[in-house]
């Protein structure tokens, strides 16, 4: 509880979660880090919350060559705002409830809602950006690479699980179905990061507008103070600075 979780370099993990917050986790803030290089599928994800019913948020973050970003476990209240996924083989923000079925938890099942995933940036998801549990949760201004120059092919990348069956969708049916990610765009988006030296080349070209920023962060990924309208992800000249830059936070 009250956990201050910043300036981290987690990297080359293997058969762990990068950072696993388990069980009653409150007003936690998990900000300005970078996970890097944490493949596998024995617990895979670079940050795993579980079991948790009060507000927790997670801002502003590299995510780099992943097998899974974030997994939120039967936990409500989380605010995903601001990170930067780059090539997740599997999903970059998922949820899950229940083991086996429903799982109580402070005597009641939390089935993963209220989460607010808010002005992020995905590219390269090997099978989504964002999978969310059910309709009771929130995205918007999010930004996704575009999947394919072939618009009939395009693989989804947004899914919503329950109720049956799954539904898949990209982000015009995600708009239409929920009104979600109306401030949302697609973007070319183009990459290079060390996760050694933490060199990292980033391009983002595309219909990218600055918004309003999210109630509460007001900070970058390099603490700086930021106000007003801000374009999404972790750096405030993401859309004009491609040259490469030093990512270690420390």
């Not at 690479?145 to 989804?156: G, M, V």
Request: aromatic share 8%; proline share 6%.
């Amino acid at each position: 509880k009250n956990l201050l979780f910043r300036n981290n370099v987690v990297r080359h993990i293997r058969h762990g979660n990068g950072i696993w917050l388990d069980i009653g986790n409150a007003n936690d803030r998990l900000t300005g880090n970078v996970f890097a290089d944490i493949p596998g599928d024995v617990n895979p994800h670079a940050i795993h919350i579980e079991g948790s019913d009060s507000l927790n948020e997670i801002d502003n973050n590299i995510f780099y060559k992943l097998t899974g970003g974030i997994l939120i476990r039967d936990t409500n209240h989380v605010i995903i705002a601001y990170n930067l996924f780059l090539d997740c083989t599997k999903v970059a923000v998922d949820t899950v409830s229940g083991i086996d079925g429903p799982r109580p938890i402070f005597g009641h099942t939390n089935d993963v809602h209220d989460l607010r995933v808010h002005d992020n940036v995905f590219c390269d998801m090997g099978r989504s950006a964002i999978e969310f549990n059910n309709a009771r949760n929130e995205a918007d201004g999010n930004v996704y690479a575009n999947p394919t120059d072939n618009p009939l092919f395009a693989q989804p990348f947004l899914r919503v699980k329950f109720p049956e069956p799954p539904e898949w969708h990209n982000l015009a049916s995600w708009r239409e179905e929920y009104g979600w990610d109306k401030n949302g765009a697609m973007a070319d988006i183009r990459y290079a990061l060390d996760p050694d030296t933490l060199q990292l080349t980033l391009s983002v070209k595309g219909d990218v507008k600055a918004l309003p920023g999210f109630t509460g962060i007001d900070t970058d990924f390099h603490g700086h103070s930021v106000s007003g309208d801000r374009v999404a992800g972790p750096f405030t000249d993401l859309l004009t600075n491609s040259d490469a830059r030093n990512i270690d936070p420390r």
